[in-house]
C-alpha cells in the first residue's frame, strides 16, 4: 500500500469507500507526519485526541452507511477561523490564547461533511503578509528547495501553512483565506491548487476580520478535483453572514470534467509587466498553448487599470483592517498589558500585542481615514476600484470565459530575503492576484511547471463572478497537461 | 503626501498604539515608503465615477428586528482578561 498521506483527498476518499483502510488509520498517518515536521512550524496547534475521536466517529458513519461527502479525510484548519474549544489566535499575540465558544460557518460545513480536524495551521499575524514571517508563532518553513541548496524558502503567505502542509503531506487539504492573494500565492509557491471563490460565496462569520470587503475563505490542495470538493463542503448561504450570497452552490465536481472546448480565454496585456523573469512569460505562453490545444481560443484583452490595483489595495485593506482591528482593546478578550489610565492600557495592550506589519498597515488605514484625508485617499481608491471591476465587466460582456495570467511575479524566495527595508518590496508580490479581490471576482491558481531552480510555478485563472465551474474545469487542463506534482521528500524528519 | 514625526505620533495616538522615540525614525520611513507608493494613484481621471460601496451586485440583507440569541453572559466573558460577575473590568475611567 501506498503511503496513506501521498493520497490526494478523492483518492482518500475512495479508500475509505472500499475499505482499503479505516479514517484512523489516515488520520493517524497523518497525525504521525506532522509530529514529524515540527521543524517546519506549519501546524501552531495540534489537536491529536480531537482527530482521533472525529475519525472513529467517521468510520461509525461509514460502517453505518451515512458517509458525508468528506467523510473520515483528515484537514488543516487555518488559525483565522474560529473553532470552538480550541484556541484561535489569528497568529498574533494580542489574541493571547483565545479560545472560541463558537464555530466558524466554514468550518462547521466541513464538519458537517465528516472531515476530521488534524489541527490549527499558522499563517501570517492577520493574515497580513506574502511569505509567512509575520506570524507571532514565527515563519513556516517551506518543504521545498532549490536545486542542490539548502536555503530554508517561504511558503508564501498569507496561508503559507496551508500549503506548507498539504505540499509536505501533514494534511489532504487546508482550508485558507484570501484577501490580496493569500490563497493563490502560497498555492503557486508550493506546487498545490488554490481557489479564492467569488465574494460571497463563503460565509465570512467567524472568521477573523482582516479587510471585509475583500476577505474570502478558499481551500489549499493537491488537485483541482480536491479544490472542488473542498468548496462544495465549505461554500453556501449563511443567514449570519450578511454578504453571504444566498445563491445555491452548483456540483463543482462536475464541472471539473467539463473541458474548455470553445471556451474563449482573455489574455491581458497589463499583465506583461516590465521586469517579468523570462520563466514566468514562457510558462504563460505554454498555458496559452496547452489550452488552445484542448479546444480553447486565446483573445488579446485590456484591463487597462490592472497597475492601479496594488496602490488602491494598501489604501482600502489598511482602511478596512485599522477598524476591524479596533476590537482588540485588551478588555474583551486576549493580551491586556496594565496601565496609569484606561488610554494608557489600551496603547500598551496594542503595541505589546501587534507585531510590526499590523502596526504599519493599522496606522496607514488610520491615516488615509482621518479628518482631511478621506477624500484624497479612500474615496479615490474606492472610484479606483470600480474601475477596475468595469474593466472585467468589459471584458466578460465581449464574451470572453475566463482570463489567464500568472500567478506570481517569481518562484518562491528565501526567508528574510525580502522587505525587511521597504514594505513595498514584499506587496509587489500580490501585483497579479490583488485584482481579482478588488473586483470581488474567482481565481484559482493550478501548478504549471517549475523554475530553473526546481521550484514550482503556477498559473491564474480569473473567472465571471460565482463562474468558479469554469475555472475548475479550465484548471483541470492545465493541470492535466502540466502533469502530477511530485511533492519532495521529507527532509525534515 | 509624506508624514513628518508629529504626523507618525498623532497617528499612533489615534490608532491607540503606543510609540517609543525609537520607533518613530522607521515608522516614518516605511509609511512614508507606502504613501510614495500609493501616489501613483493620483494621475488617474476618476471624474463621475461612483465609489465602490458593494462588490457583488447585492443587496443587504434583512432581517426581523427581533431576538435570535441571548443568555450567554458566561460565554461572552469566558475569554476576557479581568471579569467580575459578568462584568468586564476596566481601569477606572470617571474621577
Known sequence: ?493 | MSVDTDTVRRIARLARIRVTDEDVPHLQGELNAILAFVEQLSEVDVEGVEPMTSVTPMRIKTREDGVADGDKADDIVANAPVTEDHFFVVPKVVE
Not at chain 1, 501521498?6 to 479505516?22: Q, V, W, Y
Not at chain 1, 501570517?124 to 508563532?137: L, V
Not at chain 1, 521550484?455 to 460565482?466: K, V
Request: contains cysteine; aromatic residues 8%.
Open chain 1, 1 to 493: 500500500m501506498t503511503d496513506l498521506t501521498d493520497l490526494t483527498l478523492a483518492e482518500a476518499r475512495e479508500g475509505l469507500a472500499k475499505k482499503s483502510f479505516s479514517a484512523r488509520e489516515l488520520t493517524q498517518a497523518h497525525l504521525d507526519a506532522v509530529a514529524k515536521a515540527r521543524a517546519l512550524n506549519a501546524y501552531v496547534l495540534e489537536t491529536p485526541e480531537k482527530a482521533l475521536a472525529m475519525a472513529d466517529a467517521s468510520d461509525a458513519r461509514l460502517a453505518k452507511g451515512e458517509a458525508g461527502p468528506l467523510e473520515g479525510l483528515p484537514i488543516g484548519v487555518k488559525d483565522l477561523f474560529c473553532t470552538e474549544g480550541v484556541r484561535s489566535t489569528a497568529c498574533s499575540r494580542i489574541l493571547d490564547d483565545f479560545t472560541p465558544r463558537y464555530e466558524s460557518t466554514v468550518t462547521a460545513n466541513l464538519w458537517r461533511a465528516g472531515a476530521v480536524m488534524l489541527g490549527k495551521i499558522n499563517c501570517d499575524e492577520f493574515a497580513m503578509g506574502s511569505s509567512n514571517e509575520t506570524s507571532a508563532f514565527g515563519p513556516v518553513v517551506s518543504p521545498w528547495r532549490r536545486a542542490g541548496s539548502d536555503a530554508a524558502l517561504v511558503p508564501g503567505g498569507s496561508s503559507g501553512g496551508s500549503a506548507a502542509a498539504v505540499s509536505a503531506r501533514l494534511a489532504l487539504a487546508a482550508t485558507a483565506t484570501d484577501t490580496g492573494g493569500s490563497i493563490r500565492q502560497p498555492a503557486a509557491f508550493t506546487g498545490t491548487v488554490g481557489i479564492k471563490p467569488t465574494y460571497g460565496r463563503c460565509s465570512r462569520w467567524g472568521i477573523v476580520a482582516f479587510a471585509s470587503s475583500l476577505d474570502q475563505a478558499g481551500p489549499i490542495t493537491k488537485s483541482v478535483e480536491d479544490a472542488a470538493m473542498m468548496l462544495q463542503a465549505m461554500a453556501g448561504p449563511d443567514a449570519k453572514d450578511t454578504t453571504c450570497a444566498d445563491m445555491p452552490v452548483p456540483d463543482y465536481r462536475a464541472a471539473v470534467s467539463r473541458g474548455v472546448r470553445g471556451l474563449r480565454i482573455g489574455i491581458p496585456k497589463e499583465y506583461r509587466v516590465e521586469g517579468m523573469p523570462a520563466e514566468i512569460e514562457a510558462l504563460w505562453q505554454q498555458g496559452q498553448d496547452w489550452l488552445r490545444a484542448a479546444g480553447a481560443e486565446m483573445v488579446e484583452i485590456s484591463l487597462p487599470h490592472t497597475k492601479y490595483a496594488l496602490p488602491a489595495y494598501y489604501i482600502v485593506a489598511p482602511a478596512e483592517a485599522s477598524s476591524n482591528l479596533a476590537r482588540y482593546d485588551g478588555v474583551r478578550y486576549g493580551l491586556r498589558v496594565p496601565g496609569r489610565d484606561i488610554t494608557d492600557m489600551y496603547e500598551m495592550t496594542r503595541a505589546e500585542g501587534f507585531g510590526r506589519e499590523v502596526k504599519r498597515r493599522v496606522m496607514i488605514g488610520t491615516y488615509v481615514l482621518s479628518a482631511g484625508y478621506y477624500d484624497a485617499y479612500y474615496l479615490r481608491a474606492q472610484k479606483i476600484r470600480t474601475l477596475i471591476k468595469r474593466d472585467f465587466e468589459e471584458a466578460y460582456a465581449a464574451g470572453v470565459d475566463a482570463i489567464l495570467t500568472p500567478a506570481t511575479p517569481s518562484a518562491a524566495f528565501g526567508i528574510g530575503e525580502k522587505g525587511s527595508g521597504d514594505p513595498v518590496e514584499m506587496y509587489l508580490n500580490d501585483i497579479f492576484t490583488v485584482t481579482v479581490n478588488m473586483a470581488g471576482l474567482p481565481g484559482i491558481s493550478v501548478p504549471a511547471g517549475f523554475d530553473a531552480q526546481g521550484l514550482p510555478l503556477g498559473l491564474q485563472l480569473i473567472g465571471r463572478a460565482f463562474d468558479e465551474e469554469t475555472l475548475f474545469a479550465t484548471g483541470r487542463v492545465i493541470e492535466e497537461a502540466a502533469g502530477r506534482v511530485t511533492y519532495p521528500q521529507p527532509w525534515w524528519g
